[in-house]
């Protein structure tokens, strides 16, 4: 078990470039969840799939925001026209989908948008 | 999912027991009660949950009041490294998302 992955660990990017975030989840976890968190503030939800169904996007998951689970494997995440609003630690998290599922989280993406 | 109220922040001396408080006035009986930490520069971890019983595992306890109306996460021997945002979580059996609240954020003096 190596854990969830994410890549990059840090991202700085100008204003109006696209980015893509990618997590590896735990092998055989089937959920994948996405999160956002900005300094001081518990993680938001934007996103999470089962297998490769997205199953559920949050209302901050503007139209900018895509995200992609081939195969029900690896995750991405991409930002297009990035704005300096989009900075923050972009978090992947990964579980077994059972009764009472526990999160495991990867160690994040911070995007700075300047 | 049913909101929580948690202190903004705690402080404690090492070596000596945690409490940390948690109020869910709204909880469903369906709600399960979830507690994870961030440690500094890491995602969050999973640290207990439970449903109407108090739970121990190695990490901490997890004590629910009779009405479910509040719990309190217990560390009963708090080291540095529990320096951290402990967040408290409601989530129905076999809910979508996990909802996270601004937690609570404990520091541990030597």
């Known amino acids: 078990d190596t854990g969830v992955s994410q890549d990059p660990r840090h991202k700085i990017t100008k204003r109006g470039q696209n980015v893509t975030f990618r997590c590896d989840p735990i092998?055989?976890?089937?959920?994948l969840y996405w999160y956002r968190q900005t300094l001081g503030q518990g993680p938001e939800f934007l996103t999470y799939?089962?297998?490769?169904?997205?199953?559920?996007k949050s209302r901050l998951l503007s139209d900018r925001f895509s995200a992609e689970r081939p195969k029900g494997s690896f995750s991405t995440l991409e930002i297009q026209r990035t704005e300096q609003g989009d900075s923050a630690m972009y978090l992947c998290?990964?579980?077994?989908?059972?009764?009472?599922?526990?999160?495991?989280f990867g160690s994040g993406t911070q995007l700075s948008v300047l | 999912d049913a909101k929580t109220t948690q202190p903004n922040s705690m402080e404690s001396n090492e070596e000596e027991p945690v409490h940390l408080p948690c109020n869910h006035s709204?909880?469903?009986?369906?709600?399960?009660i979830h507690w994870y930490r961030q440690l500094p520069s890491q995602g969050p971890e999973y640290v207990i949950h439970?449903?109407?019983s108090n739970v121990n595992n190695r990490m901490a306890s997890l004590a629910i009041a009779e009405d479910r109306k509040s719990s309190t996460l217990i560390l009963h021997r708090a080291t540095l490294r529990d320096a951290a945002v402990y967040y408290c979580?409601?989530?129905?059996?076999?809910?979508?998302?996990?909802?996270f609240g601004p937690g609570t954020r404990l520091s541990v003096l030597p």
């Open positions: 998290a990964s579980s077994s989908g059972a009764f009472n599922e526990k999160l495991f």
């Open positions: 092998s055989e976890h089937n959920r």
């Open positions: 799939f089962q297998n490769e169904a997205q199953l559920e």
């Open positions: 709204t909880i469903s009986g369906t709600d399960y």
């Open positions: 439970g449903l109407t």
């Open positions: 979580i409601l989530r129905e059996f076999y809910g979508q998302n996990f909802v």
